[in-house]
């Protein structure tokens, strides 16, 4: 059910509206654009480096076996064979881990930035194309008008074929 829910919800996100207002413009772009979206996935990154960077280390086991027989008939395997473990684990001094957390913190602040400035440029981008198409439009629309109140005019001029004055050719 979830799943259905979530693919009505981005499949309504990728359905341009009619009469498109430049906040549907700048929140498409900022759903659509790759950068935003793997910048997204960036901060979620830090931010789990983040907690893991406040957590303790974990201690390490390792095992060890030595003298392993290889012969046909070895006898006993534990006669001949040494089996050490061990556990590790570290103890931080100094405020390691203070510091590593302050260091993954600004790491994700950095990035938390970089994704608000990118959102800033498309923002200014898309603002810019947007105002430029409207910009065009009405310089579109106001040649043609203008074309339309001066056709009248040169049509009606009898000196004039086709929108230029005539120059015969005898005439002086």
Do not use: W
């Not at 772009?29 to 480096?49: F, H, M, S, T, W």
């Not at 910009?135 to 001066?150: M, T, V």
């Amino acid at each position: 059910m979830l799943v259905l829910i979530t693919s009505r919800s981005q499949a309504q996100e990728t359905q341009v509206p009619s009469p498109l207002t430049i906040e549907d413009a700048i929140r498409l772009a900022i759903n659509r654009n790759p950068y935003l979206v793997a910048a997204k996935y960036e901060i979620q990154a830090l931010e789990g480096d983040k907690i893991a960077a406040s957590k303790r280390p974990n201690p390490a086991f390792s095992l060890e076996s030595e003298n392993f027989p290889l012969r046909a008939h070895p006898g006993s395997i534990f006669d001949t064979q040494e089996i050490t473990s061990r556990v590790d684990y570290e103890i931080e001094t100094g405020g390691r881990r203070k510091l590593r957390t302050e260091a993954a913190g600004q790491a994700l602040e950095a990035q938390q930035f970089v994704y608000r400035n990118q959102i800033r440029l498309l923002r200014l981008e898309v603002e810019r194309a947007f105002y430029g198409i409207i910009l065009a439009k009405s310089n579109l629309d106001a040649s043609k008008l203008i074309l339309a109140q001066a056709e009248p005019r040169i049509c009606a001029c009898p000196t004039s074929r086709g929108g230029l004055p005539f120059q015969g050719h005898g005439s002086a």
